[in-house]
């Protein structure tokens, strides 16, 4: 089984496909390693290619004839991807390993001709590696760092050139674990203890109490602790929305859209097992692995629905709180999931309607002096704060709630919760709390 064959599939399948590419790999590596092969190497490449391919397809058309490349098939041009990319990112490939064996690919895949072409590009930018991009701002950052240029051109808008530089620098590297400490089973003190004693690094976060961070995720998912559920993983902006829901014992709580189901399962935690959490995604195969971790982790207060969040009933205003974790363009979680950056079947038309539907919905759940939560996980403002605005215009029982009274000031603005990757050194989030009036 060849390692760089099974990554040159897995990304001609997502970039050909927009598909997602986690489900393709953890399929893939539990093959690779029955076989004894490098799964490390696969994931290295799938997502090193589908995360930077803009930039990888902007070099590659330096070292041939325009209109040749451009003729190219997509499937010549995503092995040249895939060699270049062990060229320019990796410090543990040689050059002459990367062009010898993208080359034998495309023997196999295709024929002698294809792979003289592949070698050609390979070799020539092997001589000459030196890279100058446009000088146009929009097309230097979006083919230097490997974005939309319509994103680029969104972000300078919302935070000039020096923050959008920042964020593009943050959005490609190797994203770091977010560990949230289960208090019903351990505290984080035992934990600290635990991976210290176990050698495993890590550093506390300063904006959630019982989050720890660290960069040796291979060592954290097989330790003994996460099998047993002393943590979950979770990053520390998707734990804020839940410290800004606030839960508290004894109540009833609703979460619309709820897998992966890390927000029902935070709250299942901090309400000590009490009152009731109606957990709902449309997906069974969610649904399910929701389960698993509600089990590992101890929590008896979850209760799971395999229904469409707009067919679940009875529609009643009896819910303490309501949390809507909606679909959205997931601007903020660019570093974790590569693929979102290119998917265009992710039209924003599309999810505000969804969007709205959501928060019309939610909110009918609502009981009087209740609270509804909306969050994303987008920078997007058209899918956050101008959402909010144009609910409230058309929902005058509901107020917004200061995010500043539940969490850090510094994930706050006009009143929301809003993590920045650039600022927060986490993923970008938003979300906005709402309470209902108590009535008569």
């Given at each position: 089984m060849n390692v760089r064959i099974e990554a040159y599939k897995i990304i001609q399948k997502v970039l050909s496909k927009n598909i997602f590419s986690d489900k393709l790999l953890k399929h893939m590596t539990k093959k690779l390693k029955a076989a004894d092969k490098n799964a490390h190497l696969l994931y290295f490449l799938v997502k090193g290619v589908i995360k930077m391919h803009k930039n990888l397809e902007y070099i590659a058309s330096l070292h041939t004839d325009d209109k040749k490349y451009a003729k190219t098939d997509?499937?010549?041009k995503y092995l040249i991807y895939l060699g270049l990319y062990q060229m320019i990112y990796s410090d543990n490939i040689p050059d002459y390993a990367a062009i010898n064996e993208t080359v034998e690919i495309a023997k196999k895949k295709f024929n002698k001709g294809i792979a003289h072409f592949v070698n050609a590009v390979l070799r020539?930018?092997?001589?000459k590696p030196e890279l100058s991009y446009p000088k146009d701002k929009v097309k230097n950052l979006a083919y230097k760092y490997s974005f939309k240029e319509d994103q680029i051109k969104t972000w300078l808008s919302y935070w000039g050139e020096e923050n959008t530089t920042i964020l593009c620098k943050y959005f490609n590297q190797v994203p770091k674990l977010h560990i949230r400490v289960n208090n019903l089973k351990t505290n984080i003190e035992e934990i600290i203890k635990y991976f210290n004693d176990n050698k495993i690094s890590f550093k506390k976060s300063d904006l959630v109490s019982n989050i720890l961070i660290s960069d040796e995720a291979r060592k954290i998912l097989n330790c003994?602790?996460?099998?047993?559920?002393?943590?979950?993983?979770q990053d520390s902006s998707a734990a804020l929305v839940v410290e800004l829901m606030s839960p508290q014992i004894d109540e009833s709580i609703l979460d619309l859209f709820a897998a992966p189901g890390g927000k029902s399962t935070y709250c299942a935690e901090i309400m000590e097992n009490s009152g009731e959490i109606i957990s709902v995604d449309k997906f069974p195969y969610k649904i399910k692995k929701l389960k698993k971790s509600v089990h590992k982790l101890g929590l008896r207060n979850i209760q799971m629905n395999a229904i469409d969040a707009f067919e679940f009933g009875p529609v009643a205003p009896a819910y303490d709180r309501v949390l809507l974790d909606v679909p959205c363009t997931g601007w903020g979680v660019f570093?974790?999931?590569?693929?979102l950056r290119w998917q265009a079947h992710q039209k924003i038309k599309e999810l505000q309607k969804i969007q709205r539907h959501a928060l019309s919905r939610g909110a009918k759940f609502v009981r009087p002096g209740g609270f509804l939560i909306y969050s994303t996980c987008t920078l997007n403002r058209r899918e956050?704060?101008?959402m909010i605005?144009?609910?409230l215009e058309k929902h005058k029982d509901f107020k917004l709630v200061p995010a500043e009274n539940y969490i850090p000031r510094k994930c706050t603005a006009n009143g929301y919760l809003k993590t920045l990757p650039f600022k927060d050194n986490m993923d970008g989030?938003?979300?906005?709390?709402?309470?209902?009036?108590?009535?008569?």
């Open positions: 997509k499937n010549v020539s930018y092997q001589r003994s602790a996460f099998q047993d559920g002393l943590f979950s993983i570093q974790r999931k590569s693929e956050n704060e101008d605005e144009y609910f989030a938003f979300a906005a709390k709402l309470q209902k009036d108590k009535g008569v």
